[in-house]
């Protein structure tokens, strides 16, 4: 299931990135798909979900400042980050998984991951 993610950048702090998340039409339509991020030294995240169904779930960390969303005749999943923090500095990284809506935020319960977008954010 190839996933191709990018979007990613440099920033300073308060500013904003959209990463997108293409995939095939089938994955999209069929699978949900989550965005997580990993610092150096750190484990892997949750930050963000979309089921299947467009149902949403956020990381607490980020409520409030990002979104999620699908966009079918792309099939393209974006997250809007917005007053970004030096402390999002990481490389995010999407998957697409089949588990029901309460385990999204496992990074375990992911089936398949994209490359990776590296997101650094200046103070």
């Known amino acids: 299931v190839p996933l191709q993610a990018y979007g990613g950048g440099s920033v300073q702090a308060g500013g904003s990135l959209r990463l997108s998340c293409a995939a095939s039409?089938?994955?999209?339509?069929?699978?949900?798909m989550g965005w997580f991020c990993q610092a150096p030294g750190k484990e892997r995240e949750f930050v963000a979900a979309?089921?299947?169904?467009?149902?949403?779930l956020f990381a607490d960390s980020v409520k409030g400042r990002v979104t999620i969303s699908k966009d079918k005749a792309k099939n393209t999943v974006y997250l809007q980050m917005n007053s970004l923090r030096p402390e999002d500095t990481a490389v995010y990284y999407c998957?697409?998984?089949?588990?029901?809506?309460?385990?999204?935020?496992?990074?375990?319960?992911?089936?398949?991951w994209g490359q990776g977008t590296q997101v650094t954010v200046s103070s």
């Open positions: 039409s089938r994955t999209f339509n069929d699978y949900s």
């Open positions: 998957a697409v998984t089949k588990v029901v809506f309460s385990h999204l935020a496992n990074a375990e319960q992911y089936d398949y």
């Open positions: 979309v089921s299947w169904s467009g149902s949403t």
